[in-house]
């Protein structure tokens, strides 16, 4: 995991003994791009006859003070559409999301970012577009119904 180091990699101890062994986890990397828990288990290689396990680690990861959360569902007929794409656009660039098998999505962004324009699309349905205003600490909701061609 990019987000955690281990410090030393490599040591030997003495029958009896122990040491410190510091872990750094790290949430401004770039592989930890969106607020959420991140998990990880840490393997221990040893060269003696007992077992050593995993030792697991947990990483939750805020959104800054100017982020809000974009979210919503895409149905169509009441019922979820799974794998559309949603395309969030703003200042900072373009997101590009797909839907999960329930048909929701969500994605944060810098308050920054507003106007946000948002476009779904999906194989067979009528492509829609929508402006939608980040609000910081807080999640907006943009939900979307399409209509098949």
């Known amino acids: 995991m990019p987000w955690l180091s281990v410090d030393p990699t490599e040591l030997t101890i003495a029958a009896g003994a122990s040491t410190t062994v ?32 995993n030792v697991g680690v947990t990483m939750t990861a805020t959104a800054p ?21 949603v395309e969030l656009g703003g200042f900072g660039g373009n997101y590009t999301l797909t839907t999960g098998a329930d048909g929701t999505y969500a994605f944060w962004l810098d308050k920054r970012n507003n106007p946000v324009t948002a476009i779904v699309a999906k194989d067979g349905f009528k492509p829609q577009t929508a402006t939608v205003k980040v609000i910081a600490g807080q999640t907006v909701t943009k939900n979307w119904v399409l209509v098949k061609k």
């Open 22 to 53: 510091t872990v750094t986890l790290d949430a401004s990397d770039a592989s930890v791009a969106q607020p959420g828990v991140y998990t990880a288990a840490l393997s221990i290689a040893t060269d003696t006859p007992y077992q050593v396990g």
């Open 65 to 85: 003070n100017t982020w809000g959360k974009v979210a919503g569902t895409v149905t169509s007929g009441g019922a979820p559409v799974a794998g559309a794409t």
